[in-house]
């Protein structure tokens, strides 16, 4: 530990101090011998692959997973219960913050910030102008300007997040009489601009001032190295090691997280666009799109990108009708769709393959099988005179896991079971074992640990050597910066800049991304190159 974090810290008590944490599933040790500790005014980051014990082990410290005998919990010097009892964490002083923030999107700010309170105290009458008052204090302490009278749903990304992380620390200095106590935010950051993570790490680092002490788990080593005084690593369910994070280069806690160096996946940028076109749009417009055109040639990665609100992310869903389009056409291998009329099942006889970013929801079915779900495109092909062939499918199924290095290889899991990584790379196997002219995928590694992105990164790159055209709508700048050909950048529903082979850097994306409203929609017949 470096002299000064030590020296910042002597002799104060650690807001949480966890011993001795172990966790078995069955005959799998998914945690083992495993210690935390988190200082008063400390931001601590929490970073390892998928499925080495991150989610777990915030999953015993909130009451929803038994650890096992001998497990110990120490809260400012004093021992607290394990198992954590029902309602024993926010009695203690620890709040959570989950990626998906668990607010009411039809309830206004006051209302989401009080819920919790309206649900376990008994109040007959309720001054919700008094309510209000007091939600705008607690905002301006920390120089926030929210209504707390908009509702959720009318709010932009960032400010929900915020208002999320204001409750979750207010519900610590309620229960343990000033704010001390532990706030864990968990994925805070992967749907926010650039200057909405810069506004969310303000707001982080006034809490910790107050003396909370705070856990922030994220994938994002520049974030972590940037948001967080020390860090603990989880590998394969055991501690890694806990580092001060300003003296561990990128590449440093890469090798921690793995367990070696990993050399990251980086693309060549030749220029396709004198190949064949695999699909053209023109005069795309619907939710948040309008008049976009543009084409992607065989074998092409192209990204679209812009900040939140930009539109971009709306354009694989409008173009494979997940959400209806007012007009607009879409070209693909020799069919021409109309784009107000068509419905899914013609984008995928036309070729087009689609991976959203709801995991779970929209992409697969988590309730259901490894081999239901990577089936699903290509049952047909499994079916005999005596109906489906499930030892055949099952073998496919297991195959594809071989292939894309799904972890654990068991096809009969469902896939809610997987960690997110290996969920990803299950669906992205079953769209790209259909040999699609085009796919489409909607922020990929969303939760994807740096190990598991590679592996995504060098399917992605096999399938566009063999033709398949890709478009991969992201807010991830490093992410398209290795992967994609081209970027479109998008603002205010047009497209407005496009990066191509040198240009297409991290740094230059950012910059492309916060300069974007200042910019001049592309004409289409820009566009279409």
């Not at 966790?23 to 988190?38: A, I, P, S």
């Not at 106590?181 to 680092?205: H, N, R, S, W, Y």
């Not at 023109?282 to 055109?293: F, K, T």
């Not at 995928?441 to 992105?453: C, F, H, I, K, S």
Request: proline share 5%; with cysteine; glycine share 10%.
């Amino acid at each position: 530990m470096s002299e000064a974090f030590r020296r910042r810290h002597r002799g104060d008590a650690p807001v949480l101090d966890v011993r001795h944490l172990s966790k078995r599933f069955g005959n799998q040790l998914v945690l083992d011998d495993v210690g935390l500790e988190v200082l008063p005014g400390e931001v601590h980051g929490l970073l390892g692959q998928n499925g080495s014990g991150k989610s777990t082990l915030i999953k015993i410290l909130a009451g929803f997973h038994d650890p096992e005998p001998g497990a110990e919990l120490v809260m400012y010097g004093e021992a607290a219960r394990l198992p954590m009892p029902a309602g024993g964490a926010r009695a203690l002083g620890i709040a959570f913050v989950h990626q998906h923030l668990a607010l009411i999107p039809s309830l206004t700010v006051v209302e989401n910030l009080r819920l919790n309170d309206l649900a376990t105290q008994n109040r007959v009458a309720i001054n919700w102008r008094r309510e209000a008052e007091k939600a705008r204090a607690t905002f301006a302490r920390f120089d926030l300007a929210i209504d707390p009278r908009a509702r959720i749903q009318d709010l932009p990304q960032v400010e929900r997040a915020l208002v999320a992380i204001v409750r979750a620390f207010e519900e610590v200095k309620d229960a343990t009489a000033g704010g001390r106590g532990l706030l864990i935010l968990d994925e805070p950051t992967p749907f926010l601009p650039k200057a909405g993570v810069e506004q969310l790490f303000l707001l982080v680092k006034s809490i910790a001032a107050d003396g909370a002490g705070v856990i922030f788990v994220s994938h994002d080593i520049d974030e972590i190295r940037e948001i967080t005084d020390r860090a603990t690593i989880l590998r394969d369910g055991k501690l890694a090691g806990t580092v001060v994070s300003k003296d561990v280069d990128h590449d440093g806690f890469i090798e921690l997280i793995v367990g070696r160096k990993v050399s990251l996946f980086q693309s060549a940028k030749p220029d396709l666009t004198a190949r064949p076109v695999a699909a053209r749009v023109a005069s795309l417009s619907g939710p948040m799109v309008e008049d976009v055109g543009f084409a992607v040639h065989e074998g092409e990665i192209v990204g679209l990108t812009g900040l939140i609100g930009s539109g971009a992310d709306r354009v694989p869903s409008l173009l494979y009708a997940a959400q209806r389009a007012r007009a607009g056409t879409f070209s693909v291998g020799g069919t021409t769709l109309d784009l107000a009329t068509i419905l899914p099942e013609h984008a995928m006889a036309a070729g087009i393959a689609f991976l959203p970013a709801d995991r779970l929801g929209a992409a697969g079915v988590g309730s259901l099988s490894i081999t239901d779900n990577i089936s699903l495109p290509v049952l047909s092909d499994f079916m005999g005179a005596f109906g489906l062939s499930w030892p055949r499918l099952t073998e496919r199924a297991r195959s594809l896991g071989r292939d894309y290095e799904v972890r654990p290889n068991r096809p009969e899991l469902n896939l809610s079971a997987l960690s997110g990584g290996n969920a990803q790379k299950v669906l992205l196997a079953k769209w790209l074992q259909t040999e699609p002219t085009l796919l489409m995928l909607d922020e990929p590694t969303q939760g994807v640990d740096v190990g598991a992105r590679q592996t995504l990164f060098a399917a992605l790159n096999g399938a566009a050597s063999k033709g398949t055209a890709i478009l991969v709508a992201s807010t991830d700048a490093e992410q398209l910066a290795q992967i994609c050909h081209r970027v479109l950048v998008f603002a205010g529903g047009r497209i407005v800049d496009i990066l191509s082979g040198d240009a297409v850097t991290k740094d230059r994306i950012t910059e492309a991304c916060l300069k974007s409203t200042t910019l001049t929609a592309l004409h289409p017949r820009e566009e279409a190159a």
